[in-house]
């Protein structure tokens, strides 16, 4: 597609529920990252898929959280068990590649997720 | 650590020049990012600087001085539609593509 794609735009759930974030990144990026905005905070990073290299999962705030990427393209953001304080904009992004310019970063419209 | 300081708000006028500073760490430095975010929208790229100067891109410019890890976006003939979050990053290190990102500076353009 023109751009990343995500899904859902707005997720509602209870606390205890798994819930799954969808990422389509912008056709021939190599590179794929989430984070994640909570309200008057900023970007905080979660996972980075960097073409078939292993993840860097530096940035996931428990091991309730996972993602894969599958065929190098389309991705998935999973949370188990949410708890309320996960309530935030999930943000997927993509670049070409990790290096320089390359590094620029395009971002998809994000999910809302609210855990009631 | 990886700290990026960037003010919380500012205000301008329609017409004017604004500058929306920005000071990060030095260590591991590899280039320097400005995103563009309206409220409920995704931040959308402005300008990329990896070496010291100015890049000029139409009405915005971007700034940058690696040796007192510090940036600054410029915006000029300000337009109502430029309200909005302006976020600094710098990348996290080495070939680690993730970005560091400030909290942003809401800017509020008043007619």
């Known amino acids: 597609g023109a751009g990343v794609s995500q899904s859902p735009s707005n997720k509602v759930t209870e606390k205890g529920k798994d819930v799954e974030l969808r990422c389509d990144p912008i056709s021939g990026h190599t590179a794929l990252y989430w984070y994640r905005q909570s309200l008057g905070q900023g970007l905080e990073f979660l996972i980075y898929?960097?073409?078939?290299?292993?993840?860097?999962k530096s940035g996931l705030p428990s091991d309730r959280f996972s993602a894969e990427r599958t065929g190098g393209s389309v991705s998935t953001l999973t949370i188990q068990r949410t708890q309320q304080e996960d309530s935030a904009v999930y943000l997927c992004?993509?670049?070409?590649?990790?290096?320089?310019?390359?590094?620029?970063?395009?971002f998809g419209a994000g999910t809302r997720l609210s855990v009631l | 650590g990886q700290n990026i300081d960037q003010p919380t708000e500012m205000t301008a006028t329609e017409g004017a020049i604004v500058q929306i500073n920005c000071t990060y760490q030095t260590s591991g430095f590899n280039g320097l990012f400005w995103y563009q975010q309206h409220a409920g929208e995704a931040p959308t790229f402005l300008s990329y600087?990896?070496?010291?100067g100015l890049e000029e891109k139409g009405r915005f410019s971007s700034f940058l001085s690696r040796s007192k890890g510090y940036s600054y976006l410029l915006l000029k003939e300000l337009q109502m539609k430029d309200s909005a979050s302006y976020l600094c990053?710098?990348?996290?290190?080495?070939?680690?593509?993730?970005?560091?990102f400030g909290k942003g500076t809401k800017l509020s353009v008043k007619p």
């Open positions: 992004a993509s670049s070409l590649s990790s290096g320089g310019y390359k590094n620029i970063q395009y």
């Open positions: 600087n990896v070496l010291d």
């Open positions: 990053a710098r990348n996290y290190g080495g070939s680690q593509g993730n970005l560091i």
């Open positions: 898929f960097q073409g078939n290299s292993a993840p860097d």
